[in-house]
């Protein structure tokens, strides 16, 4: 656990104190006594009046999603960039719309108490760090705030903080933690090589020499890479024109193994003298891997299909945990290793494996997520939309020497309905983890996990308000979330990644609907055989016995009966045995048989 879990603040400390509320009250009630130096683009919400280029002192009560302050003038919502929650500031309001207005940030009244210097001196441009000037304690709160804010307004938890750890789990040294760099390589107005990062929405070059969030080497790579270019009148490539040979600069290092990978990516299949850049770059130690991308495509698309490999291997490795990883150019991989192994194992310890689980691992991506669950679970599968990542999976497994996983390729949400349709192995989960993109589950995958009714759903979320959404529609469809942890993967940024558990209730409620239920209740599909009828058919067919445990379990599966119940002892903690696979296969075949799914 981080030093920074241990360094707990006092509640609610994101709202300012009666103090700097006080100031503010005043500061707001004399807005009014502000000067306007032009009176174009008015909006007047009842008494409100806000006006674009005149200055307003606001206070900053709160922080929004890009890390941008946000206060009030008379009722109006202002977004402030770079200001800090607890600055009290002169702000020039620089847009207006209906219910809410922009405004740049011009002095300081009275700085925040979580208001730090920034680290790097481009962070205030740069389109990357956008909390830099906050301090990382308080980015920390503020992102444990956000996820409880979501929970609560979207997912209608209103005791959610009774389940949240607290803090979120934050670096002890929150700089130069990304694995992963890529320099976009450019020409200023006077024809210098400028080699940096893009400006926040824009595509022009901010010229960088150091990155605080980087790997310390990217600097001596960078210098390397320029002085390269310059030297040898190597040209670099225009966006509006399509001309031009260098595009970006990517490096990867593998922050276990010291591997590093310099790929260069090029408009063009050939890097001239390219001999004089790898004699300068295989002088830096752990040097592994020096290649070009093709990119010859007028796209934003950094990366383009083609990798050519100029000197030393294809790929480096890297490890998370015990499991080693090959990362090539194109590779998707984890650009905050030491967190994402505090991210994996606190999925790992929500799905709490006893070696007996068959477990889906949804939206798997290259696989890390099931590679790390398979050296507890029985068996893991895997979906993926991406082929070549499915690809990496497989390779992984292999190289990692597990045979345990299997993998598919797919929409989650076609792959997995029609497994479970099928029956037999991977239609039975005990657990399920998701981790999808930020716009979270597909409804369709959502219900058919109902169906499955894994004991335990391992929700990874790098969108709250998608993830409370989801856990919405779960806990009415009988899960209950038992714990959240807030895991920082991308410190100075507003994203926040976070760990849902959801257990499968099985309550008082479960057992009073079957009390009620007579056969009166059978729906017009589990009428049509009744369970002797389905044993018998089951021994002749396969030659197997079946329980009427067993039948009842996967009708509920199949959404043909509400009860789970049947023919159980009623105390609520009697463990139930489950219907093996190859006995639900047969079950199934029966339902089948008699028109019953
Ligand atoms: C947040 S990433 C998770 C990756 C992986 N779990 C990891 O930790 O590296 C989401 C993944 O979902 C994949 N994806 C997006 N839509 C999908 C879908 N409908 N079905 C399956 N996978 C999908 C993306 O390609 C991406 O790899």
Redesign the pocket.
Known sequence: MSDIRNNRRPKNNRRVNGEQRKKAAEAVNSASSVVRTSGTDATNTGEVTLVKNEDYQVLIEDMGNDGEGIGHVQGMTVFVKDAVVGDLAEVKIVKVKKNIAYGRLMKLITPSPYRVEPVCDKAKRCGGCTMQQVSYEQQLEYKWNKVKNCLQRIGKMENVEAIMEKPAYGMNNPFHYRNKAQFPVGRDKNGNVVIGFYAGRSHDIIDTESCAIGAPVNDQIVAIVRSFIEDNHISTYDEETGRGLVRHILIRVGFTTKEIMVCLVTNGNKLPHSEILIDELVKIDGMTSICLNVNMENTNRILGDKCITLWGQSYITDYIGDIKYQISPLS?Y?VNPVQTNVLYNKALEYADLSGDETVW??????G??SLFLAQKAKKVYG????PQ?IDDARHNAEINGITNAEFFV????EVVPDIYKKGGDGSHADVVVV???RKGC?QVLLDTLVHMAPERIVY?S?DPATLARDVKILQEKGYEAKKVAVVDQFCHSGHVETVCLLSKLHSDHHIEVELEMDELDLTAAESKATYEEIKDYVLKKSGLKVSNLYIAQVKQKCGIIERINYNLPKSENSRQPKCPPEKETAIREALEHFQMI
């Open positions: 998707f984890q691992d949804m939206y798997c991506g290259i890390t997520i979906v993926e939309i991406v990542a797919g929409k989650a949400e981790d999808p993109p597909d990874v790098c």
